[in-house]
């Protein structure tokens, strides 16, 4: 899942990812600055908007999601 994690850091400034993939299942934390005022639901949103392809494809089924604004803003 390479590919994931390549859109996912030239979508998001910043970002540092965590993920863990298991067949079409994934783990994923993404933390960066962009997030800060953004709602737990509007970040989600936003990352999964960049996840779309790949859901949609079959590739990844189910997604455990946290999203955050990063330990420097915590």
Known sequence: MN????ALEE???????KMD?????MT?????????GMSRLARQRHVK???????????LHAVMLTVDEGESHE
Not at 21 to 25: E, M, Q, S, V
Not at 49 to 59: A, C, F, M, R
């Open 21 to 25: 993939t298991l067949g079409a299942r």
């Open 28 to 36: 994923l934390k993404v933390s960066s600055p962009i997030f800060v």
């Open 49 to 59: 908007t960049i996840l779309k392809p790949w859901i949609d494809s079959g590739e």
């Open 3 to 6: 590919e994931v994690l390549q």
């Open 11 to 17: 979508a998001i400034p910043d970002c540092v990812v």
